[in-house]
């Protein structure tokens, strides 16, 4: 059972409370009562709008430490009329993943405007979801990652990892690869973490493992280390040496995705 600390439970106690609260019952079709002393809901009210038992419900608002699953958050959120930022701060309160949190999944769409915007930088420039597939790239990245970025027709497979350790061309384009590998490992088991049920990673990391033995080594390592910029080389076949300082960024509202560019260096 995951547990929260004292704080992150109080927290998440008072944000129900007060959105409970504000909820009013005529907009729900619930009748006013005579004897409302309190704005709002009632307890028992939000518990039957989200399916659960008014002393858990009541647990929660009391700060005390309960097991929360995604599903009980989710109908609560949906009780609780919750906007996407309301919502996302509930599962973050609660240390868990919204489990229909958009754009990190298998089937993430980008929307049209930061496609565009990802395909108009003038440097290499690619999107990364949670797994670490590429949903998005420019022409500049497609050119610098040969046998990765490749054209939808031709059917590559666009996971970094994968790639990366079972790709011969990125040991050829990549100088010091063996590193990269190493830290790319340690990096990725801190996205990892926070997503420790998700099926998409661990099918990920079993698949590795199983393919790649120096894949295997590392990640029994259990290296961690923070995500970060930094001069990247590379050698291509065709541009030959090249330098870029590498720019991260995690996106507003997406935190499981990631904006990737490299930058020339001079």
Same mark, same amino acid.
């Given at each position: ?23 009013? $019952? @005529?907009?729900?079709?619930? %009748? /006013? ?14 518990? *039957? ?8 419900? &009541? ?5 005390? #430490? ?9 109908? +609560?959120? !949906? ?8 919502? %996302? ?8 993943? #919204?489990? #229909? ?33 590429? +949903? %998005?790239?420019?022409? @500049? ?12 027709? !031709? ?12 790709? /011969? ?16 490992? @340690? ?10 049920? #998700? $099926? ?9 493992? *199983?393919?790649?033995? +120096? ?12 995500? %970060? ?7 291509? $076949? ?22 990737? &560019?490299?930058? $020339?260096?001079?």
């Amino acid at each position: 059972m995951d547990i929260l600390d004292t704080s992150k439970r109080r927290e998440l106690g008072e944000f129900v409370r007060a959105q409970r609260e504000r909820l009013s $019952p @005529a907009a729900l079709g619930l %009748a /006013p009562g005579p004897r409302r002393r309190t704005p709002g809901l009632r307890r028992e009210e939000l518990a *039957q709008l989200s399916g659960v038992s008014v002393t858990w419900y &009541t647990w929660i608002e009391q700060g005390r #430490d309960v097991s929360i699953s995604p599903a009980a958050l989710t109908r +609560l959120a !949906q009780a609780l009329r919750l906007s996407a930022a309301e919502r %996302a701060y509930l599962f973050d309160l609660a240390g868990k993943r #919204d489990p #229909d949190g958009k754009m990190g999944g298998d089937d993430a769409t980008v929307p049209a405007a930061l496609d565009a915007l990802v395909r108009g930088i003038a440097h290499p420039a690619y999107l990364l979801d949670r797994c670490w597939n590429a +949903l %998005a790239w420019n022409v @500049a990245a497609a050119r610098l990652f040969t046998g990765w970025l490749a054209p939808p027709d !031709q059917g590559t497979d666009r996971n970094q990892l994968r790639y990366l350790f079972l790709n /011969p061309a990125a040991q050829a384009l990549i100088p010091d690869w063996a590193e990269r590998a190493r830290r790319v490992v @340690a990096e990725f088991r801190v996205d990892y973490s926070h997503h420790l049920n #998700d $099926p998409g990673m661990r099918a990920l990391v079993a698949d590795l493992s *199983q393919r790649s033995p +120096l894949f295997a080594d590392l990640w029994h390592t259990h290296a961690v280390t923070a995500r %970060a910029g930094g001069e990247r080389a590379f050698h291509h $076949p065709t541009d030959g040496p090249l330098r870029y300082e590498q720019l991260t960024f995690a996106l507003a509202g997406q935190t499981d995705v990631k904006l990737v &560019t490299l930058v $020339p260096v001079s």
